[in-house]
Structures are given as C-alpha cells and as structure tokens.
T-cell receptor, first 112, second 117 residues
Framework: AQSVSQHNHHVILSEAASLELGCNYSYGGTVNLFWYVQYPGQHLQLLLKYFSGDPLVKGIKGFEAEFIKSKFSFNLRKPSVQWSDTAEYFCAVTLDTDKLIFGTGTRLQVFP | DAGVIQSPRHEVTEMGQEVTLRCKPISGHNSLFWYRQTMMRGLELLIYFNNNVPIDDSGMPEDRFSAKMPNASFSTLKIQPSEPRDSAVYFC???????????????FGPGTRLTVL
C-alpha cells in the first residue's frame, strides 16, 4: 500500500537554526506532494505543493521543499526558523485521485 | 469567505450514544473530505465526496460510522453507537476539484474534538 514516512517525530531547535524535515513516500508513479502545517490549536493550512516542473518549490513563510524523484523524497527546509514556526508539520501525497495520504507528522518546537 | 465551518467544536458524550458532526464546505467547492486525527494513527481519511457523491469510503472504520452529503453545502458524519476509541479530532475539508485534475488544495475546517466517555 502507498505510504508516507516522516522519520523525525519531534524536532527541537533554537531560533535562527536551519530546519530540514524528512518526507519519503512509497509509490512509483506520478505523485502530487504537499506540506501542511498545523499551528497549536488551529486547523491545517497548506505550506506548499508540488505538481510538476521545477522540483524546488517555494511556499509561504520562507519554507521550501525539494522533490527528488530518485529518492522518493520531498524534504521541507527553512534556512532560519522563528519561534512562530512552532507547529506540527505534515507531508502528504495524492496519486491519481483527490485522496490525500498523510505522514504521521513532525512536531517542531522552536525556542527563543 | 468564512472558510470550512464545523460544528460542534467540542463534543463530550457517553459510550453508546449517537454523535453527529456537521460540516459546511466553502461555497463553490465540489469535493468534501472527512478526516480523523489521533495520536496513535495520525491523520486518516475516512471518506470523501465529489459533487455530493461518495467516491471513496474505504477509510470508514466500521458500520457504526456513516456519512452523508444531501447537498453541496452540508455534510454530516454520524457515529452510532459511539465508543471510547472513537475519541479523536474530526476534520472536514473541501476543495474545488477540477475536471481531470487531481490533488487540488484542500481547505480544512477547525475540527470537532470528540470525547467518548
């Protein structure tokens, strides 16, 4: 079955540190890839998405992600995190339907 | 636009009772999704509709769960009878599904936190 793996369950950083959250999926065909963020007490919001074209995708709030097809990966990055980035981050994939398959999420805590 | 609206925001009930969760999608959106979020299992898609028709209900746990979408602006998720293991946050999301295009952005509601005692 198709799946999405997020190996970092909990990440703790200081402000200004660089961030990279891993995401791998298991599917050999064409995929659409997403990163969603859930701030404390809020609903999920889309950070960025990849459908086709440039594998380096830029999203909101300074986030970016790189699609590496050979590695089945779509890692999320930010050069310098802020306290306000404290949230849970979800990688997700759709195949040839609208069904989103989510990873288990990575909880990010940023300390001032 | 008010976004996706869910009610109630919190529900506490006793085992065996019927629970009905409600969702109003964003006006104009034609796809609606119900998700469940738990610590153990993360975010799971329960069912989704396109143009009010259920497309994939493979994530519905068992016969105790049912979902309906009588019109384009309203959907319900019902649990009858409820059990403690149903305790979770239930999210509704909607999207504008364009013909022949998949993976359209989903907009999530604030969720309903369900506690079954």
């Amino acid at each position: 079955a198709q799946s999405v793996s997020q190996h970092n369950h909990h990440v703790i950083l200081s402000e200004a540190a660089s961030l990279e959250l891993g995401c791998n999926y298991s599917y050999g065909g064409t995929v659409n890839l997403f990163w969603y963020v859930q701030y404390p007490g809020q609903h999920l919001q889309l950070l960025l998405k990849y459908f086709s074209g440039d594998p380096l995708v830029k999203g909101i709030k300074g986030f970016e992600a790189e699609f590496i097809k050979s590695k089945f990966s779509f890692n999320l990055r930010k050069p310098s995190v802020q306290w306000s980035d404290t949230a849970e981050y979800f990688c997700a994939v759709t195949l040839d339907t609208d069904k989103l398959i989510f990873g288990t999420g990575t909880r990010l805590q940023v300390f001032p | 636009d008010a976004g996706v609206i869910q009610s109630p925001r919190h529900e506490v009930t006793e085992m065996g009772q019927e629970v009905t969760l409600r969702c109003k999608p964003i006006s104009g959106h034609n796809s609606l999704f119900w998700y469940r979020q738990t610590m153990m299992r993360g975010l799971e898609l329960l069912i989704y509709f396109n143009n009010n028709v259920p497309i994939d209900d493979s994530g519905m746990p068992e016969d105790r769960f049912s979902a309906k979408m009588p019109n384009a602006s309203f959907s319900t998720l019902k649990i009858q009878p409820s059990e403690p293991r149903d305790s979770a946050v239930y999210f509704c999301a909607s999207s504008l599904g364009l013909r022949g295009q998949f993976g359209n952005e989903q907009f999530f509601g604030p969720g309903t936190r369900l506690t079954v005692l």
